[in-house]
């Protein structure tokens, strides 16, 4: 399954602290229908995530009824992002 959206990236201050961008609410439902079969446990689902000439795995994390990406610091730093910017994001998702 191979999704592309773009969002705002957000900084959770939590006792773990990081970046993320919303996965929107259609392409969580799409996420929603095959994440019974690729978790792995909590909910957390196994993605392979392209953002500008940036390409990581990682994993959705689910969070108040949808998914959330996180961004590592090396990519953001590498691609100039930061709180606040709308970034293009493209996912990857073994079925």
Avoid at 51 to 80: F, M, N
């Amino acid at each position: 399954m191979d999704l592309e959206f773009s969002g705002e990236v957000w900084h959770w201050r939590g006792p773990a602290p990081h970046h993320f961008v919303w996965v929107p609410e259609d392409d969580a439902a799409a996420i929603d229908d095959v994440a019974g079969a690729v978790t792995y446990g909590w909910g957390m689902i196994p993605v392979t995530v392209r953002l500008g000439g940036s390409t990581w795995t990682t994993s959705l994390w689910p969070k108040d009824g949808g998914y959330i990406v996180p961004l590592k610091a090396a990519v953001r730093r590498a691609e100039q992002v930061d709180v606040g910017d709308r970034v293009s994001v493209g996912l990857t998702i073994d079925v």
